[in-house]
């Protein structure tokens, strides 16, 4: 793949958007992310890796509030984005869900068709003016996800009836509708063939233009490829956070160097 | 034979059938199980399933078959001479049956088989018969008598045949089992026939008792129409039935006891839907655990509720409540049996049947989807009402048809809260009935099971049961119509 891109990296470090200092998480008795700080900069595509079982998900999903839907599930810490803390009693976990949108792991289609999949979003918020403008936005956003020449001739027909790429590229679409601020994606590429993950990825990039891009992923060439920063995660914590270039090429941390150069998975 | 001692010696033929043939299939390979084809209990059953299924098979057949043949063989050996003035054939052949039967295994038939009545007259065998417990529909006769001696011998003498043939059956079906239990053969895929068979047969049995039940309304409602006009029945807006004793034509409409049903199930069900619907949605996704683990199980005891309890609340508390409340004051009636009693307290009962139906439902709709729509940042109740109540449609549907089948087939509550007038009258508080509360009360009481006022039950049986046919179809057609649309 086009590997040019670590050239053309440019981190543009001016504010940060997204602060969160020694966060825990617990599941039950599980602990399963402990004491994890990061300052993740606006507009910039931050990659989280690390093996399985290691709490990216569970990191992510604490930064949009979605850890509140899992009755064991409790949060620690502070998070803040834009400086305001999302955990407040104050704040609307779902204001907060309409700025920080989500991707998730598995595709979740919703039993609607693939149109009322995408509409959902920019329905419930009231984005679209009339049908005319709607329509507009569903078709950029399933343009934007790579799916548009797919399905165009059968918006009517069931999301979850698509290929389980084509579910996750819907899912993308599907949250980029919402014009979130941040958008998190974990692992959104994991069943796209080489041609739909680039298409992705350059969707990254543009969103780059705007938005905070959070993206777990296995796959380190496309960790490289995407990101302008990385974090990497081992049981729970975070145990290596810089400029993907030099977490790349000059990794501070046995663990990590490890884990990139393949001695563990 | 005793079908008892056929049965146990079945039993042990099977047995042996299962203990030889797995012996003899492991002693082919010379003791090493690992080189049959297939596990050693499988030679075994399939040992028990030969001797045993076509034997089976043979005697549930024979005992199907031989009455009818006796019964032929009697009508041919009556002539019709024999046949005491104005009594049907129908009704002597049954009396030779159960003289027969009488003798064979009454209190009398130690000293019969002893001799002891072979020069009783007629009368005197029938009066020690009737003293035994058996009914005899006319006084017996030599020709009446002469045939069950006859039946009973032919019947004892089939009895042994069938017995052999049974049990020789058996022991073949075992020994060709037996023969073919070697190392090749593939036993383990011959049970899985059996098995095949056996669920085949035990849906069989669902689907002709259905058919079974539907045949007989059919007959009895045919017989029906053929002393009451068709056309009379479907669409005379009267139901007065008059009972032949009192004398005058009856007039038999189904039209305000349908109505009666329709609305009584209507109320019931505006009441259960919503109540039901919006209970199980706050169980499942609002309610903590605790209250929940309190909730349904409160919930589902008023299901359990026997509905003559639900009938004694609508007659002594609700009926009277709405007349004093609503009805009086609104000039609207002064019967404290009304459609909107039935419908209200129907209504309650329905109740557990939507909620926890559809709690079940919604629990079924995965957690993703929940996220994915609380992740785009929908509200809770914007994702029930856009994502979980759609997925769970087709669910809720059937849901609700369920308690509409209950509701229409409901009569203790109807007959207490609604009375047993039938009436065409759109106003709630007036006294109706329903079709169901109709039936019970043609078949109650003293009939005369050929006449159009015993008859029409079978017709207003069959109408209900068409009718739920028909919301049945109709649910799986707005299911499948759904499930095309989103899945
Ligand atoms: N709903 C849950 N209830 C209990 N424990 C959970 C739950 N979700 C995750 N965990 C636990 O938290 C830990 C981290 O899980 P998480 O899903 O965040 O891993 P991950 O890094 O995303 O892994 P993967 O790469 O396989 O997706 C795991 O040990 C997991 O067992
Ligand atoms: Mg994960």
């Given at each position: ?265 | ?98 003289v027969a039967?009488g003798l064979e295994s009454g209190p009398l038939a130690q000293s019969f088989i002893a001799g002891d009545f072979a020069?009783a007259?007629?009368?005197?065998v029938?009066?020690m018969l009737?003293?035994g ?12 008598l002469?045939?069950a001696m006859?039946?009973r ?335």
């Amino acid at each position: 793949m086009n590997d040019m891109r670590h050239v053309e990296r440019t981190v543009r470090v001016d504010t940060t958007k997204i602060t969160a200092r020694d966060v825990q998480v617990f599941y039950g008795d599980t602990h399963a992310i402990r004491n994890v700080s990061v300052d993740i900069p606006d507009k910039t595509v931050t990659a989280f890796i690390g093996p399985s079982g290691c709490g990216k998900s569970t990191f992510l999903r604490c930064l949009n509030r979605m850890n509140d839907t899992i009755s064991v599930a409790r949060v620690e810490g502070r998070i803040e984005i834009d400086g305001e803390d999302i955990y407040d009693r104050r704040v609307d976990p779902v204001q907060l869900r309409a700025k920080v949108g989500m991707v998730f792991q598995k595709p979740n289609p919703f039993p609607k068709s693939i149109y009322d999949n995408v509409a959902y979003g920019p329905r419930i918020h009231g984005l679209a003016r009339d049908r005319a403008d709607l329509d507009g936005i569903v078709e950029k956003a399933l343009r934007r996800a790579a799916l548009w020449a797919e399905v165009k001739d059968r918006l009517s027909a069931a999301g979850t009836g698509l290929s389980g790429g084509q579910q996750q590229r819907l899912c993308i679409a599907r949250a980029v509708a919402t014009s979130p601020e941040v958008l998190l994606m974990d692992e959104p590429c994991s069943a796209l063939d080489p041609i739909a993950t680039d298409q992705v990825e350059n969707l990254i990039h543009e969103l780059r233009e705007n938005y905070s891009v959070v993206i777990v992923t296995h796959s380190m060439s496309q960790a490289s490829r995407v990101s302008q920063k990385t974090a990497y995660f081992h049981l729970g914590e975070l145990v290596e956070y810089g400029e993907t270039g030099q977490i790349f090429t000059n990794p501070q941390d046995e663990r990590t160097e490890n884990y990139i150069t393949g001695r563990i998975g | 034979m005793q079908v008892s001692f056929i049965l146990l010696s079945l039993a042990a033929i099977g047995a042996l059938a299962f203990v030889t043939a797995r012996h003899r299939a492991i002693a082919s390979v010379g003791g090493d199980a690992r080189r049959l084809h297939s596990l050693p209990i499988y030679y075994g059953l399939n040992g028990s399933i030969m001797a045993l299924v076509p034997a089976l098979a043979l005697l549930v057949a024979w005992m199907l078959v031989q009455p009818l043949f006796l019964d032929g063989a009697i009508r041919s050996d009556l002539s019709d001479s024999v046949l005491p003035e104005g009594s049907a054939m129908g009704l002597v052949v049954s009396d030779v049956r159960r003289v027969a039967e009488g003798l064979e295994s009454g209190p009398l038939a130690q000293s019969f088989i002893a001799g002891d009545f072979a020069d009783a007259t007629p009368e005197e065998v029938g009066r020690m018969l009737v003293r035994g417990g058996t009914a005899l529909g006319a006084p017996l006769t030599r020709p009446v008598l002469d045939a069950a001696m006859e039946y009973r011998t032919t019947s004892r003498t089939l009895r042994w045949i069938m017995g052999i043939a049974v049990l020789a059956v058996a022991v073949i079906g075992a020994a060709v089992a037996i023969h073919r239990s070697e190392g090749s053969y593939r036993a383990r895929n011959v049970v899985e026939t059996g098995m095949l068979g056996l669920l085949m047969v035990s849906a069989s049995i669902a689907i002709l008792t259905t058919l079974g039940i539907v045949m007989s309304m059919l007959f009895e409602t045919a017989n029906f129409f053929s002393q009451y006009p068709f056309t009379r029945f479907f669409f005379n807006t009267t139901w007065q039935p008059s009972f032949s004793g009192r004398g005058g034509a009856s007039e038999l409409g189904i039209l305000p006891l349908l109505w009666g049903t329709l609305y009584i199930s209507l109320i019931a069900l505006i009441v259960a839907v919503p109540i039901g619907l919006f209970s199980a949605i706050y169980l499942s996704e609002y309610a903590g655990r605790a209250f929940r683990s309190v909730a349904k199980p409160t919930i589902e005891i008023l299901a359990g509720i026997p509905t003559i309890v639900y009938g004694l609340f609508a007659l002594i508390t609700v009926g009277p409540l709405l007349r004093d409340a609503i009805a009086s004051p609104l000039g609207l009636g002064n019967s404290a049996s009304s459609v909107m009693t039935a419908g209200l307290v129907m209504g309650i009962m329905l109740i557990p049947f939507v909620s926890s139906l559809s709690d079940d439902i919604i629990n079924a709709v995965p957690q993703a989807m929940r996220d994915g729509s609380l992740g785009l940042g929908a509200t809770k109740s914007e994702t029930i009402r856009m994502v979980i109540v759609p997925a769970a449609l087709p669910g809720i549907v059937g849901a609700v048809l369920l308690a509409a089948s209950r509701a229409i087939g409901e009569t203790m509550i109807v007959v207490l809260g609604a009375g047993a007038a039938a009436r065409l009258d759109l106003n709630p508080f007036e006294a109706m009935t329903t079709v169901t509360v109709k039936i019970v009360s043609q078949l109650t009481g003293d009939t005369d099971f050929n006449s159009p006022e015993t008859l029409v039950a079978f017709a207003l049986g069959l109408t209900l049961f068409v009718i739920t046919l028909g919301l049945n179809v109709l649910a799986l057609f707005i299911v499948r119509k759904y499930r095309e649309q989103y899945e």
